[in-house]
């Protein structure tokens, strides 16, 4: 039983083959059009899903679409006649999309679907198309890949078709709906109502208001609860619709809201000022008190011990660290994929074990995302081929010459472009297609920053460390292998601040070493934390070991393999292309490594700084 579950049309489109209840391959459409966040129908994810699992379209069982068309467009309707006349321009800007494409969009997709069929050769029959509703679709993807039995379910996103908020019961392979938040009342549009205020770009810059949050103090908290959110007790909210204008407008907020914080949003690249910091830090208090609330609601009307999370918020990883160290429940589980991407997998798994109810198991420890390497992986034969058409000088290595080589360039303080194996599903580049780093090295944040990833000097990274040595580094107690979990580094790996360190401001903060661990270590002495598992990805494992016997240190710095405003990378020509254009060290390509001192000239072509998010 063969299921493909897409998710497209909105942002991360994604494709995802299940076969018999298991997954077999997933992966967002922009690691192949090379569009960041490309929401276009899933052409080269569905292909690659099919190769994956030797088989062709017309011999798929099921396909099925994470969200309802039709649902979402009543939603949009009725959203422009309550607020009538406001609106009327972003209403004619919308409505012939609308009516051209999004609201026919079964005869799309089977339009899309078909145009597959004739590439493939085989003609056929497309298989029966299914819908499932955008949170089912969450709540689906955190679920039942989750390793509980039993758990409670929260979804947390923008909007769905109403549903911004929903909770959930888990139990056996059954899904049941509890309650749910609608549009226009959202935690993830609040959030990026200020992303967007603070001069990031919506549905790409929310992780970097998280990151930036510990440069300010949270001084607008209650200015938001005043005026823009009412929390209640058991978490459950609505927002103050005067202050926004997502529901109407082309904006996320209107001028009531720059009236409310002394001015109007940050211009897109200009220099960051401690309102934006504060404004970070703020919001981020907010949405961890809220999350905290829902949890406890959760906990008590469910009676679970576990919780499940999906949807966009469910990225914030320090608000899952917050719940975690609350001990409200025994353990959490996040779906890696918790955006859109994920909805794809999670329509699957809704078609198996609710449409076609097959049952579900689970040994209660072991998750069936299967590290999240369910992406393409290339072989030794392509890479070689690949890099003797560009006259690349390599070495080819053996697996135990290779990790002990790499440990030491590590150690000496070089950057490795590390691509290996199956690429990553989701937003974190997880020991596959990542760039590496010495986490004790004072100068690799802002080398990695500004010399790599050419982006933001604030931004933080995160440690990559083996599983067994987690407790020993940072107060975790589990494993976090999604790097969806912050814990604080440990107190005794800290360095106390000076009183003259004490009195920096806002960036300044920047400069100042917090632990032993500086390149990993955040500014309120946290860090977004990765553990390394020999029996998901042994490699990677194997290379962590080595450096930790080289140095003592059983930590490196792990950053997704892709410069700013680009995806991830893909095939080992785009790993090598970025490679060469950023001041990386050396490359390593499966068993070939390379010297960036070594390669022959590099035609620098500066054009494709053009294609990057402002942002």
Known sequence: MNILGISAYYHDSAAALIRAGQI?????EERFTRK??????????????????????????????????????????????????RGFTSFLHSMPI???????????????????????????KLPPLLFTEHHQAHAASAFYPSPFFKAGVLCLDGVGEWATTSVWLGEGNQLTPH????????????????????????????????????????????????????????????????????????????DKFAKLFG??????????????MDLARSIQVVTEEVVLRLARTIRDELAVEYLCLAGGVALNCVANGRVLREGIFKDLWIQPAAGDAGGAIGAAFSVWHEYLTKPRET????????????????????????????????????????????AQLL??????????????????????????????????????????KYRESFRPFAPAVLSERVSDIFELDR?????????????????????????????????????????????????????????????????????????????????????????????PKEAYQCFMRTEMDYLVLENYLLCKREQPQWQKDESWKKEFELD
Request: proline share 7%; with cysteine.
């Open 24 to 28: 077999l391959a997933a992966a967002q």
């Open 36 to 85: 960041k966040h490309d929401a276009r129908f899933p052409n080269h994810a569905v292909q690659y899903c099919l190769k994956e699992g030797k088989i062709s379209l017309e011999t798929v069982d099921y396909i099925v679409f994470y969200d309802k068309p039709l649902v979402k467009f009543e939603r949009l309707l009725e959203t422009y006649l309550t607020y009538a006349p």
């Open 98 to 124: 609308w009516l051209k494409e999004k609201l026919y969009l079964k005869s799309i997709l089977k339009k899309e679907l078909t145009a597959l069929l004739s590439v493939s050769g085989k003609g056929g």
């Open 179 to 254: 309650w749910q938040i609608n549009f226009p009342h959202s935690l993830g549009l609040l959030y990026s109502a200020l992303t967007y205020f603070t001069g990031f770009k919506v549905n790409s810059g929310e992780y970097k208001l998280m990151g930036l949050a510990p440069y300010g103090e949270p001084k607008y908290v209650q200015t938001i609860l005043d005026n823009l959110i009412d929390v209640q007790p058991d978490g459950t909210f609505c927002l103050n619709m005067r202050y926004f204008n997502y529901a109407v407008g082309l904006t996320m907020t209107n």
């Open 263 to 276: 001015g109007p949003p940050r211009r897109p690249e200009s220099p960051l000022t401690q309102r934006e």
């Open 363 to 406: 040994d209660g420890i072991h998750d069936q995302m299967r590290g999240s390497y369910l992406g393409p992986a290339a072989n030794l034969g392509e890479i070689r081929t690949f890099l003797d058409s560009v006259s690349a000088p390599y070495q080819l290595l053996s697996d135990s010459d290779l990790c002990e080589k790499v």
């Open 411 to 452: 150690a000496q303080e070089n950057v490795i472009g590390w691509f290996q194996g199956r690429m990553e599903f989701g937003p974190r580049a997880l020991g596959n297609r990542s760039i590496l780093g010495d986490s004790r090295s004072p100068k690799m944040q802002s080398v990695m920053n500004l010399k790599i």
């Open 479 to 571: 494993p976090s292998p999604y790097m969806l979990l912050v814990a604080d580094v440990k107190p005794e790996l800290r360095l106390p601040m000076t009183a003259e360190q004490q009195q920096l401001f806002g960036i300044e903060k920047l400069k100042v070493p917090r632990s032993t661990l500086p390149a990993i270590t955040h500014l309120d002495y946290s860090a977004r934390v990765q553990t390394v598992h020999a029996d998901t990805n042994p490699r990677y494992y194997a290379l962590l070991k080595q450096f930790e016997n080289l140095t003592g240190c059983p930590v490196l710095v792990n950053t997704s393999f892709n410069v700013r405003g680009e995806p991830i990378v893909c095939t």
